[in-house]
């Protein structure tokens, strides 16, 4: 069992930078493919980043190619998700999300395992 950890998601202002952070517990980050998809309010939950187990390969949605970056730090046991020049349609719930089933990041939410509760970034203009 794998229970995930997120922090990190508050008020911005557009422009503004923004570090998420997602720590599983029952598993090292470098075991698991890792994910962050986002559900804004009365939309559906989206893709945006994953990485993968070995060699950390990295894919993301189109809308926050080059300005976000997902990572993570085998030391601290800790992925995380780097946002920066934050637009107001950032706003949503982030969700970390982990996959025993693939090696690589995917864009199907079918194919993570497990999910964490979700933490809010808002970005006001």
């Known amino acids: 069992q794998v229970q995930l950890v997120e922090s990190g998601g508050r008020l911005v202002q557009a422009g503004d930078s923004l570090r998420l952070s997602c720590t599983p517990s029952?598993?090292?980050?470098?075991?698991?493919?890792m994910a962050w998809f986002r559900q804004a309010p009365g939309k559906e939950r989206n893709f945006v980043a994953a990485i993968s187990r070995a060699g950390g390969m990295t894919d993301y949605a189109d809308s926050v190619k080059g300005r976000f970056t997902i990572s993570r730090d085998n030391a601290k046991n800790t992925m995380s998700l780097q946002m920066n020049s934050l637009k107001p349609e950032d706003t949503a719930v982030y969700y970390c999300?982990?996959?025993?089933?693939?090696?690589?990041?995917?864009?199907?939410?079918?194919?993570?395992?497990?999910w964490g509760q979700g933490t809010q970034v808002t970005v006001f203009s």
């Open positions: 029952g598993r090292t980050v470098s075991s698991i493919v």
């Open positions: 999300a982990a996959s025993t089933k693939v090696l690589v990041g995917s864009k199907w939410e079918t194919e993570y395992d497990y």
